[in-house]
């Protein structure tokens, strides 16, 4: 979504849907912040991304971390010690409520466990809250809808954490698509590859929480289970595996998915999948994590099909590269990731590759977070607005019901349900009690 372009068929239904209103280039709340002013910023969640997300937030003038919030103490150690060897002093407290409830804090950053997101977010709008939220977008469909709806009743600038928007390979790979030098494209593939352990993450058995850990705060709206280390998924040795439990997370499919299928998405400005079908399952990791470890997924989308391929026992590469998104076109293919973006011309008189890797076009965080800064200011729509981000988490969680329930989905994107009443009691969020989304 172009910060000024003015919304789409597609997106107004989409707001309509959300019932919440278009959202305008520029939205003024009473509480403009000037090129002067701090944005004084609260940090929920300390984990691998908060204390990435804290170090990226400190390198940009403009903005302020005043507080940091975790229910793991030892993570806040060390986002406190991060802050302040960085020249902030920051307070640190266990209980997110305490953020969102303090008013001189002008905006948060959420970096949870991905099913604390969409409520999250949705509390941090009605405190007036500006937010930056990690992706992927939710857990469920509704969760999503109503992060939109809470972006917009309460006019708040949501910046999602699909960064590669604001990365300039994938900026040119946009550029690419549009000008029609690729020819008609009518084939997109996603793609990660890798070599897990047999072994997994092991199998470690229920136990008691560490003692400087909240295990039922930090469970919140899932359901309450005994605690298990894969469940926590905290280890300095590893990226975290909550992701791997449907309970939090939609495994592969969402971690890594949503940033690559974002791709697809940005290049053809949002446009969404009719057709969702997936298979997946674990097929050599033997441990007790349940998403699985080899999955193929496929989305219609209105004029071309895309791909999303899942391998973690088998590391060879797509075009040479372990991961990417591919635009198939009748006059050249574009692969694109984070290193780089590739031309390869089509028949017998093809050209030579194009090929494009370039320092100084890598960087993504830094300008992603500045983005929001200068929206926060300006009230203008930031380059990965939570609408976007929702659209990108959407078939992805379709993907992840199809392939669990053996369900060919169909997407409605005027209604935002799915065809099969059989599978909309999937798309809704189920929260323990006493949590409530309430918008």
């Known amino acids: 979504m172009d910060q000024t372009t003015p919304a789409t068929p597609a997106r107004r239904e989409f707001l309509k849907a959300a019932g919440a209103a278009p959202f305008t280039t520029n939205l003024f709340t009473g509480r403009l912040k000037g090129a002067n002013d701090k944005v004084a910023l609260g940090f929920i969640g300390m984990g691998a991304m908060g204390i990435g997300n804290l170090g990226y937030a400190m390198k940009i003038p403009g903005f302020q971390p005043v507080a940091i919030c975790d229910v793991y103490r030892p993570y806040l150690e060390r986002a406190q010690a991060q802050a302040k060897k960085g020249g902030f002093d920051v307070k640190a407290v266990k209980d997110f409520r305490e953020i969102i409830a303090d008013r001189s804090i002008d905006a948060v950053c959420i ?17 007036g809250k500006d937010v930056y939220v990690e992706k992927p977008a939710c857990v469920y469909v509704e969760e999503g809808l109503k992060m939109v709806e809470a972006a917009r009743k309460y006019q708040r600038i949501v910046q999602a954490g699909t960064m590669q928007r604001s990365g300039a390979f994938f900026k040119k790979a946009k550029e690419i698509v549009q000008s029609g030098e690729l020819g008609d494209i009518t084939f997109c ?18 136990s008691a929480p560490p003692p400087d850990l909240d295990w039922d705060l930090w469970l919140g709206p899932a359901p309450k289970r005994p605690f298990n280390e894969n469940r926590w ?20 499919m969402t971690d890594w998915g949503v940033h690559l299928l974002d791709v697809v998405h940005y290049a053809f400005n949002e446009v969404m999948p009719q057709k969702i079908v997936a298979l997946g399952g674990k097929f050599y990791v033997d441990d007790n994590v349940e998403t699985p470890d080899t999955m193929l997924a496929t989305f219609q989308y209105p004029k071309f099909l895309a791909s999303y391929e899942s391998r973690t026992c088998n590391p060879t590469p797509m075009f040479n590269r372990g991961y990417g998104t591919s635009f198939h076109g009748t006059k050249a293919t574009l692969v694109v990731n984070r290193d780089g973006y590739w031309i390869m011309p089509v028949g017998r008189d093809a050209g030579p590759v194009v090929e494009v890797i370039d320092k100084q076009m890598r960087p993504m965080n830094e300008p992603h977070w500045q983005n929001w800064l200068d929206c926060i200011r300006t ?29 060919a989905l169909t997407w409605d994107d005027q209604a935002k349900t799915v065809v099969q009443r059989e599978a909309r009691q999937y798309l809704k969020a189920r929260y323990r009690k006493p949590w409530k989304l309430e918008v």
């Open 379 to 407: 009230r203008q729509a930031p380059i990965a607005e939570i609408e976007t981000c929702v659209r990108s988490t959407i078939p992805c969680l379709l993907a992840n019901i199809s392939m669990r329930f053996g369900l």
């Open 189 to 206: 593939h996603t793609w990660q590859a890798g070599l897990a352990r047999k072994e997994g993450e092991g199998k470690p058995p229920d």
């Open 233 to 252: 998924g905290i280890s300095p040795k590893r990226w975290s595996t909550f992701r791997y439990f449907w309970d939090y997370a939609g495994g592969a």
């Open 111 to 127: 970096s949870t466990p991905d099913h604390w997101h969409a409520y999250m977010t949705v509390e941090a709008c009605k405190a």
